[in-house]
């Protein structure tokens, strides 16, 4: 089902991409975890009443009174859907569509392994590299949480939110790893795979700012995903989270599909 | 046995490009010329051999598999070395053979380190700055080492030295002495007359002729017998024109370039 080598190439090509959003996400989120302190939060807070919209459309609400209620306002509404979001963009791209594009998919293919077991490999690199990410966030935020505010995470809570951000990322990753099987150019498969996650965000932060274009929230997955729910444990929340794994899982099968029966000019 | 079939074989691009109702075999043992000007139809004929499209009408077989449905059980025999090389750039020549022979799964012997000193290749240096005789060298080491039964070879020789090309040549005379079957294409008559039995001419998609290597060159290899005045001057005009000297008269050929043959098949209608 999945070739070794392959995948062995495809995570060391996804290392340098994987070390530079690790080294961006410690820094923001051990920054914003250390903010969580009365004084400091009231000047995130007074931002929010500055301007109340703008702050809004990138989740932050402000007036948090825990510190799992403090992190979903300031890293869930932005930092942490966009860095992820930009690992999918990028290696979704270059899994697939780049060696089609470069020919070099005639390589892979010139030897006695099935172009499902590429595809499903190529698929579980993306999965892989969006599961890291995962588990490094929630590792992140509970250390430094214990670090600056000891006993006042609940794990239990993190790893909610945590699990319900990874199905998210699984969806956007599936929409580019779909574009990537899709098209056999690398423009279009760019194309499709940033634009529209991108334009989705777009929706979701108009969706924020209330008003009549919280419509825009129908035609979003981000819609899906809601943080301070899930660390409640709603089950609105939770059956959110898990349309979108089951997208996401939708998403990356009709990317195999399609790469096992499409025409290839190489 | 006919190891490769082409049967009826069409994918029509629009505006008379593609591949119309294409038809030839390649039998056990034999090395098939795949002739025709640049756009003709052959690698998209050969794209079809190796699985990569799907036939809109007809088929192609490779040992009896149809190259679509189990191009991944045909590719264990196949050596395929493609027209236009493109590899992993970010490797040197040396890891991307041995991640092929990992990714093929090859254990124990093979060929590489043979093939490496006949073509006296030194596969250190990332592949991005390699020339195209270099990447086409390793081209042919990937697609020759895990010693194939059956080799499909898109204009194989272009960017190699003429040196490089005849050890080529000689490369594939030793594998057709070994029983492999070869399918080779190229635009230059030359190279498939040095090298194949017979010869399949393709052009605008369509099969023109296929014939015998020796029916072919009878037809468009014209011999030419002068007479000249002195031994001495035979013997300068045979240097000169690479003829064959007997006295003072010497035999000179001449061969048809590929479009004259084309000319030849289509008649006066060689514009079509």
């Known amino acids: 089902m999945l070739n070794g080598v392959l995948f062995r190439r495809g995570m060391k090509g996804s290392v340098k991409l994987l070390l530079i959003l690790a080294a961006v996400l410690a820094m923001y989120v051990v920054i914003i975890v250390s903010m969580y302190e009365p004084e400091m939060a009231q000047l995130l807070d007074s931002y929010v009443e500055l301007m109340p919209e703008l702050m809004a459309a990138v989740g932050m609400t402000g007036g948090a009174t825990s510190l799992m209620g403090f992190l979903c306002s300031y890293l869930y509404g932005f930092i942490l859907l966009i860095f992820p979001m930009l690992f999918c963009i990028l290696r979704g791209n270059g899994l697939v569509a780049k060696y089609v594009d470069d020919s070099s998919m005639a390589s892979l293919l010139s030897a006695p392994v099935r172009r499902s077991t590429i595809a499903l490999t190529q698929g579980a690199v993306l999965v892989s590299g969006t599961l890291i990410l995962s588990v490094y966030i929630t590792a992140l935020e509970w250390f430094s949480g214990e670090y600056y505010f000891p006993g006042q995470l609940e794990l239990e809570q993190l790893l909610r939110v945590n699990a319900g951000l990874f199905c998210l990322h699984l969806c956007l990753g599936g929409i580019c790893f779909l574009a990537s099987c899709l098209f056999s150019e690398t423009k279009y498969s760019l194309g499709v795979g940033a634009g529209l996650p991108i334009l989705m965000y777009v929706f979701q932060m108009m969706a924020n700012m209330g008003g009549k274009a919280e419509t825009a929230k129908y035609f979003t997955v981000f819609t899906l995903f809601q943080p301070e729910e899930l660390a409640a444990g709603e089950s609105g929340a939770v059956a959110g989270a898990l349309v979108l794994l089951a997208l996401g899982l939708v998403l990356y099968g009709a990317a195999v599909a399609v790469f096992t029966r499409k025409d290839l000019h190489i | ?272």
Request: hydrophobic letters at 35%; charged letters at 25%.
């Open chain 2, 1 to 272: 046995m006919n190891v490769i079939c082409v049967e009826h074989l069409t994918r029509d691009y629009g505006g008379g490009k593609g591949v119309f109702d294409a038809n030839f075999q390649v039998s056990q043992g034999e090395v098939f010329g795949f002739l025709g000007p640049n756009g003709a139809g052959k690698t998209t004929t050969i794209r079809h051999l190796m699985g990569f499209l799907r036939a809109q009408q007809g088929r192609c077989t490779i040992a009896g598999l149809d190259c679509w449905k189990d191009r991944a059980r045909i590719q264990a025999q196949l050596g395929y070395v493609p027209g236009e090389i493109s590899f992993f750039d970010d490797m040197t020549g040396g890891d991307y053979l041995k991640f092929l022979e990992r990714y093929r799964n090859l254990r124990g012997e093979h060929r590489k380190q043979e093939l490496l000193d006949y073509f006296q290749m030194d596969p250190k240096g990332k592949i991005k700055k390699m020339s195209k005789g270099m990447k086409q060298k390793l081209g042919l080491v990937a697609a020759l080492m895990h010693d194939p039964e059956i080799l499909i070879f898109d204009e194989p020789t272009s960017g190699l030295d003429p040196l490089m090309q005849s050890r080529f040549v000689d490369l594939v005379a030793a594998e057709k002495k070994k029983g492999k079957t070869i399918l080779l294409s190229s635009h230059m008559f030359e190279e498939v007359e040095r090298t194949c039995d017979r010869i399949g001419i393709i052009r605008g998609g369509k099969m023109v002729a296929v014939d015998g290597v020796e029916q072919l060159r009878e037809r468009h290899v014209r011999p030419y017998t002068v007479t000249l005045d002195s031994e001495e001057l035979a013997a300068a005009f045979a240097r000169d024109f690479h003829g064959t000297q007997d006295g003072c008269r010497v035999t000179v050929t001449t061969r048809h370039s590929l479009e004259e043959i084309f000319m030849n098949y289509y008649g006066g209608d060689g514009a079509c």
